[in-house]
């Protein structure tokens, strides 16, 4: 059982490293190891899931009210587009979870494939932002880009890459602009994060349900909203590479922590 600190701490590097393009799978499995603390467990792990997804919910609430009104045959829009679209770019992520769990539970959140996945992804969103087209609004969202979009996001899997790191690289390479890329990468993180909480409520029980649980989900929650916001903001104005650089910084913190102990 984690201390209400540790969830709060969790909870605050979850909601804002979920949303950012740093990794917080990352985080999670970086955090405990820097300051020897047990793994927190998959309850724990749902309250943060459930935390950033109420962070969605919250502030795209509108966006997704239209989204399922369109695509479901509301008037006065075209009612086949973007909700199946983002039902599209979210099945390469869901089978990878299904496919990779137990690796993702294991293999992958080893702290030397955890900093290599960091500088890599760090590297091609650098590559993609600095190279890739400016004018293309989130309305060209389309089937193949869909599909391009959600493999990438496929990859996050392994901690270190980022979901929202790669969808944004994806996007931006794509031709997206900063914004755009950023605001379908925040949508198609909705579908992908409830389905992978509500996917590990199944094995929770009343013994999981403790105060720790509900600091976890609110902190996140809290947290993820300021990061959303902070980022649709922040790249209306500037590019991606601070993420970057901060990226290769850990990353290379970890192998030096890693070679150290040796």
Same mark, same amino acid.
């Given at each position: 059982m984690i201390s209400i600190f540790q969830a709060m701490a969790l909870g605050l590097v979850q909601g804002l490293t979920e949303f950012l393009p740093v990794s917080s799978s990352a985080h999670l499995v970086l955090l405990p190891w820097f300051f020897g603390w047990r793994d927190p467990g998959l309850a724990f792990d749902v309250a943060l899931h459930l935390g950033t997804l109420l962070a969605l919910l919250i502030y795209f609430f509108r966006d997704w009210l239209d989204i399922f009104r369109t695509g479901l045959g509301g008037a006065g829009k075209s009612p086949q587009k973007t909700l199946w679209l983002l039902a599209l770019g979210s099945l390469p992520g869901a089978l990878a979870g299904v496919l990779f769990e137990k690796q993702a539970e294991g293999f992958f959140r080893s702290p030397l494939l955890v900093a290599v996945a960091l500088a890599v992804a760090g590297v091609l969103l650098y590559l993609a932002d600095l190279w890739g087209r400016r004018a293309k609004e989130a309305t060209g969202f389309s089937v193949?880009? *869909?599909?391009?979009? #959600?493999?990438?996001?496929? /990859? !996050?899997?392994v901690p270190g890459v980022s979901r929202s790191g790669a969808t944004i690289t994806a *996007?931006?390479?794509? #031709?997206?602009?900063?914004? /755009? !890329?950023?605001?379908?990468?925040?949508l198609l993180a909705t579908p992908i994060t409830a389905g992978a909480a509500f996917y590990a409520l199944r094995s929770l029980n009343s013994a999981d349900i403790t105060p720790a649980f509900f600091v976890g989900i609110v902190v996140a929650a809290l947290a993820g909203l300021l990061a959303i916001r902070f980022l649709l903001r922040y790249v209306a104005r500037a590019s991606y590479r601070p993420?970057?650089?901060?990226?290769?910084?850990?990353?290379?913190?970890?192998?030096?922590?890693?070679?150290?102990?040796?």
């Open positions: 193949s880009s *869909a599909i391009f979009i #959600g493999l990438a996001q496929a /990859a !996050a899997i *996007a931006r390479a794509l #031709g997206f602009n900063r914004e /755009a !890329a950023a605001r379908l990468s925040f993420f970057v650089w901060y990226r290769l910084v850990l990353a290379a913190l970890v192998v030096i922590i890693i070679v150290s102990s040796k």
